[in-house]
């Protein structure tokens, strides 16, 4: 039976509940009489999924919540869309490249001085950097709350707090922890950045970000057009959720999030958390008696989201990967995870690891087959 251990990844199926209600959605018809008529269906299940979302990271406001495409496209139009010539932005030594690349950009391009506030080799990082780091011009943080490759939870409390005191906007990027560690927006952070297909067990295309009063204010639109509300403007409206989200949305899969965040909110993100942690607990101690393997990260499954990453010595982890699923139908995901960054910063550059990530649906059994199949594996040190 096939073990599915790339949540980090995507979650791999849909919650019966879920499922459930997206069939009776797409069963229907769908009449759009324009937005902003209420108790229509379109906007009542946005109202709906702000609703559970603002819930999920305890933020007054549902109307702050606002739906894109994934964390990628959020990403992009905050930092974009928060960013001035001449600025000076911080992020971390283990961003995906869902930030890093759009930092980069704005970098070479000449609008932007860029500082990578450098993370330890387990991916863990000393707040006081940001103190440091800040200069007269400082405009903006940006924080990934866990590092994909590493699982390593950043300080990004105490981070953001300097932050904050300095008069620095704050980014951070909850793609990895959303629906699994719990979370209150609050004061912390100026903008927060989820993905919708991961641990908030949504359609993959659904993501979003909340914003703050302070950087809502500041936030320039980076990508404008038709809201169906103040159409007599050439601009986009003054107001939110309008001003962020132009273009005819992602009904099904905001109804998927909805839905699925719903389900969260009624287990508990702690308990969520207390189960996973409990299930890298016994992946990490089950590793420690398989010879040549070497997990990096903290190896504290209390300091980490629920993945481990793991370099097996002498082999190729493409090759351990594949030998994993065509074996025994454990799938993974190896390479770089799209942070090169992270993997410069814990040494597992340019191989990379092979990434266990658990989820959901991970049971026990699952992490024992995993390991029965890594002992049986006897990967050999290679010369
Ligand atoms: C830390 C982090 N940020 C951003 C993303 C991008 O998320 P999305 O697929 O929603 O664009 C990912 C996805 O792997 C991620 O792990």
Known sequence: MAVYANYAATSPALSPAVVKELCEYLGGVHLNAGRNFEGLEAEAIALRARRAIAGLFEVDDPLRVIFTSGATQSLNMVI???VRQGGHVLATSVE?????????NLRKNGVIELDWLQCGPDGSLDAEKVRNAIKKNTRLLVMTHASNVLGTILPVTESFRIAREHGVLTILDAAQTGGILPFTMGKCCDVLV????KGLGGLAGTGGFVIGEAASGEMRPWMSGGTGSASHSLDMPDFMPDRFEPGTQNTIG???????????????????RDRERGLSARFLSGLAGIKNLRPCGTLDPALSVPLVSVVVRGYDAGEVSRHLFEKY???TRSGLHCSPLAHRSSGTFPGGTVRFSFGSGTKEKDIDATLEALAASSFHPKR
């Open 254 to 272: 905001i109804l998927s999030l909805a839905a699925s965040v719903e389900e969260i909110l009624r287990t508990g993100v702690e308990k969520i």
């Open 80 to 82: 974009h869309g928060l």
């Open 194 to 197: 989820f993905a919708g297909h």
């Open 329 to 331: 139908g454990i799938i």
């Open 96 to 104: 995906h490249n869902a930030a890093a690349r759009p930092l980069e």
